[in-house]
């Protein structure tokens, strides 16, 4: 039995390996089909704000931004019409080989991406910024180098970003770097207070300077790039196209003409691009040398995976067992509470709540750090569903015992403590166990509030070295790894429940 | 000890105990007798408090018990005062024979964990069953979970002790040791209600006898004058 069930993981494994690089390939189109299609697809996130791609303000179903313009220009020279892509940031990349054309959105040009994908020559000419609240302690860059009032300085960056990478390379400096899926989220939680600085491409932060007025610009630009259109390796004819096209707006003003008009000093840019030389490309590393590096990163977020999963479910099970008593043994006036909060927290996404937690609480004061919102949202989303495990399991001992207690001369709340509850907790341990695992799986949406655990690690490394499938296989395993041995004890409990009775 | 005056109980709209008056002294047994569905049940659970009544009152171990729902306080107290015994057993099977003894006598008398051991070590003994102090309660018979039951029961050292058919689930064999069982106690001078079909146990057992027919008493008296003209009711 055992033996089979390995066999079964082992060949699906194998599976996986054989049809996923087939699977994510095959849709890229090269110019021919562009041309046939009449439509150059581009890829952006607009929540990723301006001024690249953003909702026009005034017209909130119309997209702007400086790259919206430059699509345009580009589907123009290739004698076709732009179609717009919606994606998540970090994930643009993977796009490519799923029926999009091309990304125009802020990629910035690095060996790594001139190896993994057909980059076009550079298009915008970027530089990093540090910011920080105008009120804040933060004055200087130099200022990172040793601790502020309170401890390590805790900086955002947008996570996949140039910002991200030199910010992590820099060990010199006594900070935290935190990454978040949008540069707008990142300055609303130094606007905030949670975090002490963030770092962005220069244009991103002029852009919004009014918005967040009591945030400043600290220090010069300390660094800075190209951004590059990427298009699949598998369309050359296409990426030839696309890079020739912008070679010509970029001689003939017109690109500059588009920066003009978004403010973004044309001159300059056109200056720097011509500037702008070949960076050698990197050699491919082999898979031994892949893992090695990347295993210790994948274990030390699957580390974090683990402890959101065992902070997060005891918490769970708490309030959602309270929440059960409550409703079956509570006074009339707090049942229908607490059914409205099992409701309500049933009802709506994870995501959102974590979003509440981490975002909005800060607005009216209370700012946790994203550990401490990530373990109690995904403990209140949980309690809900153990709540209604844990009633059912409550329904389920027999009258009798109630009444065998009671008449002891034992109060409800002995009566549940020793009597009733033990017995409950036995009736609903494989479905608990089931949720757990579940809830383990579930921590990956954290790091849509800036926690990196294992399957954001995952995405982070896939994107930076292109072994997308490879790592995935790794990936999978850990989480493999770390659910069985609990199937295994749930199966084992179970198997000694039905024993005595 | 017990006093029960013109007590009325409603379920459903259907009258299940009508002007029910009987009166019990201490050290007393009363067996209580009579067809299926004659309110038996029901009126051991009014004298102790798990049900509530519509009319008439109950004065029972010094308690007072009126018509209408109670707080939880004084149920409490009442019941501490007022053991039961379950057709069913009841006994908590999460918990050993010795555990289930001690449950209350630890959370509601607060009782040392060293008194209430011994407390209970002397009550599984006294029914017969010192050498079943670690068993779980599925792995016992009937008779021997009854016992148990019995002691748990006699744990809280209660003024009466109420049982609902405690020998009704039990083959001949065993409901005669759960029948010594509550002979000895009756000549300890225990008072008791008891409800049963026995009538072997309520001949044997009972000082008193009221027969229940339809939420009526509709005979009480000594077990001589009740039990020997009925032919076997229920
Ligand atoms: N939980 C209940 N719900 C509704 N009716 C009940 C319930 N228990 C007993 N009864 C009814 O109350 C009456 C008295 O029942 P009970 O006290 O159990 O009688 P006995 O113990 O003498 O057999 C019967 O008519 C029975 O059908
Ligand atoms: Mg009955």
Partial sequence: ?501 | MIEVVALSKNRGGKRVLEDLSLSLAEGGVTAVVGPSGGGKSTLLRCLNGLEPFDAGGILIAGHQLTPGGHPHALLERIRRDVGMVFQQFNLFPQMTALENVMLAPRVVSRLSAAEARSRAVGLLERVGLDGFAQARPATLSGGQQQRVAIARALAMQPRVILFDEPTSALDPAMSSEVLEVILDLARGGQTMVVVTHDHALAQRAATHVVELVAGRIQRQGSPAEVLIPAVGSG
């Fill in chain 1, 1 to 501: 039995m055992r033996g089979i069930r390995a066999a079964g993981a082992v060949a699906l494994v194998a599976l996986t390996c054989e049809l996923a690089p087939g699977a994510l390939r095959v849709v890229a189109a090269d110019l021919d089909a562009v041309e046939a299609r009449g439509e150059l697809v581009w890829a952006a996130d607009q929540e990723g704000g301006g001024p690249h791609v953003f909702l026009d303000p005034k017209d909130p179903r119309r997209l702007t931004g400086f790259e919206v313009d430059l699509a345009e220009l580009l589907a123009s020279e290739l004698g076709v019409r732009p179609r717009f892509q919606q994606g998540q940031w970090d994930r643009l990349p993977l796009l490519l080989d799923r029926s999009v054309d091309c990304v125009i959105n802020g990629i910035e040009l690095t060996p790594e991406r001139e190896r993994d994908y057909d980059c076009s020559r550079p298009y915008f000419a970027y530089a990093l910024q540090l910011l920080a609240r105008r009120d804040g302690p933060l004055d200087s860059f130099e200022r990172l180098a040793s601790p502020g009032p309170s401890g390590r300085w805790r900086v955002g960056v947008l996570t996949g970003s140039a910002a991200e990478t030199v910010m992590r390379s820099r060990s010199d400096l006594e900070i935290d770097v935190i990454g978040y899926d949008g540069t707008i989220d990142s300055m609303e939680q130094v606007v905030s207070g949670v975090l002490d600085a963030a770092v962005m491409d220069d244009c991103i932060f002029n852009f919004y300077a009014d918005r967040f007025a009591p945030l400043r610009a600290v220090g010069r630009p300390f660094a800075g790039g190209y951004y590059t259109i990427i298009s699949s390796r598998e369309t050359p004819a296409l990426g030839r196209a696309v890079d020739e096209a912008l070679g010509k707006i970029i001689a003939d003003g017109r690109l500059k003409r588009i920066y003009d008009r978004w403010d973004l000093a044309g001159r300059q840019q056109i200056l720097a691009l011509r500037d702008a030389s070949e960076i050698p490309v990197a050699s491919r590393r082999s898979l031994r040398q892949l893992v090695a590096s990347a295993l210790p990163l994948l274990l030390a977020s699957a580390g974090m995976t683990v402890l959101l999963s065992s902070a997060a479910f005891p918490l769970a099970i708490l309030i959602g067992l309270s929440i059960a008593i409550g409703r079956l043994h509570g006074p009339a006036w707090l049942r229908p509470i607490l059914a409205g909060y099992v409701e309500v927290v049933r009802g709506t996404p994870l995501m959102l709540q974590l979003y509440a937690l981490f975002f909005l609480l800060p607005k009216i004061g209370l700012a946790l750090p994203a550990l401490v919102a990530a373990i109690l949202g995904l403990a209140i989303n949980y309690s809900a569903y153990e709540s209604e495990i844990y009633r059912a399991g409550l329904k389920a001992v027999p009258t009798g015992q109630f009444e065998a207690a009671m008449s002891l001369g034992m109060t409800t709340w002995q009566t549940l403590r020793h009597v009733i509850i033990p017995q409950a907790v036995r009736l609903v341990m494989p479905p608990v166990t089931n949720d757990f695992i579940a809830l383990f799986k579930d921590t990956s949406v954290c790091s849509a509030i800036t926690v990196i655990e294992l399957t954001k690690r995952y995405s982070v490394l896939a994107l930076s070295t292109g072994r997308i499938v490879e790592l995935a296989v790794v990936t999978a395993l850990l989480y493999l790894a770390m659910s069985w041995p609990l199937s295994v004890l749930s199966r084992r409990f179970e198997a000694s429940q039905e024993g005595p009775h």
